[in-house]
Structures are given as C-alpha cells and as structure tokens.
C-alpha cells in the first residue's frame, strides 16, 4: 500500500486531524496504558542458588500485541496521520505560526527521541531507540521480515534477558504515547480553530 496523497482542502484535513485523535483515544484507553503507565513499571531480577528469575511489572503479550497494531499508525505513511505527515500538514493550515512552530517541534522531537542511544546493545553495536522499536515491531509484533525475525529470535525470544528488552520496548512506547497525546490535544485546539473556516477552502 502507498502512501496517500496529503489533504488538499481543509476539509481533508480536519478529517486526518479527526483520525489522529480517535487512534489516539485507543491507544489512551488500551490494556497496555493501564499495565505501563504505573509507579512501579520495570523489572527485577533476583539470583540464587536455584538460579536466575525475573519478576517484570508491565504489559502482557496481548496487551503489547494489541497496542502494537494501532502504534503503527504514527510511525507508518500508509494512513497519512503519521509524526512526519502531521508535521507537514500543520505547516499548510491556516493557523498561527506560533501553532505550526509548536506542532512541528513535537514532531521533530519524535524522530530525535529515535535517534537517540538505546539502553541496550548487541555485542558492539550501540542500538538507537528505533533500532530497538523496530526489532519487535518487524521481527514479532506487526510482522516479521527477514531482516529483524531473526535478531529478535536469537536476542529477545530465545534471551535468558527477555523480560529486560521488553521493559525497554514498553518504554520507548509509553514514551512515543507522551507525544501522541500531546499532538491529540493539539489536534482538538485546530479543530475548533478551524471550524469557522469552510471545508472547501483549498490547503496551499
């Protein structure tokens, strides 16, 4: 599937505006917020003599399964509502530029916050935020392709540190959900902005 055209009247737009919110009330009222966003979220590990286990405070498997499929709608072109196709639609809305700034700054801190270190690496290669996102996104969670299937088997699947790298997944993700949000309620604002301008007027 391609990516679609960007709206061109400012009906279109408050479409994706409309669509950009609703996703994100999913997200807000998923298992996976209520088993993350929790004082104690992480993990411990304990060693004995009876050897290793791990104790992890966070989401289930169904719970990231599920949150996974609706994540993908802000990181992925195919349903125009993604961080990079908000940013650009918010610079063609006829809206204050102090609006445009604020939005494009929250877009642009998406792709910062993937481009940072992970706090994991294998063997000697640093993992950034999105190399991780991507290694259970496209090796188990949306699907499995032949580049991430088999990192994510022999790092995380078949890892005595499971339960570890998925603490930092559901991190990244919580942290991706900040955002989200932030641009939901941004969404909101333009939307009664917008409502006394016709849907037929045309986007530059």
């Not at 802000?74 to 908000?86: A, E, R, T, Y």
């Not at 809206?95 to 481009?115: L, M, N, P, W």
Request: aromatic share 12%; hydrophobic share 40%; with cysteine.
């Amino acid at each position: 599937m391609g990516m679609p055209p960007p709206p061109k009247t400012v009906g279109e737009a408050k479409m994706s505006l409309q669509l950009f919110i609703e996703k994100a009330q999913v997200l807000r009222e998923s298992t996976f917020y209520e088993q993350v966003y929790i004082d104690d979220h992480g993990m411990t590990m304990n060693f004995s003599s009876a050897g290793l286990s791990v104790e992890k405070r966070g989401a289930t498997e169904d719970a990231t399964l599920a949150v996974a499929a609706t994540i993908r709608f802000f990181v992925q072109s195919q349903d125009g509502i993604s961080f990079k196709q908000m940013g650009s639609l918010y610079q063609r809305l006829p809206i204050t530029s102090y609006a445009k700034e604020q939005a494009s700054r929250a877009c642009a801190h998406v792709g910062d916050f993937f481009s940072y270190r992970a706090q994991v690496t294998k063997q000697d290669e640093e993992w950034t935020n999105e190399g991780v996102f991507d290694l259970f996104m496209y090796g188990h969670l949306v699907h499995t392709n032949d580049s991430h299937y088999p990192v994510y088997k022999a790092v995380v699947r078949d890892s005595p540190f499971r339960a570890m790298l998925e603490t930092f997944f559901e991190e990244i993700i919580a942290k991706l959900m900040n955002d989200i949000f932030w641009l939901r309620d941004a969404n909101k604002r333009m939307l009664v902005q917008l409502e006394s301008i016709p849907d037929t007027t045309v986007l530059p």
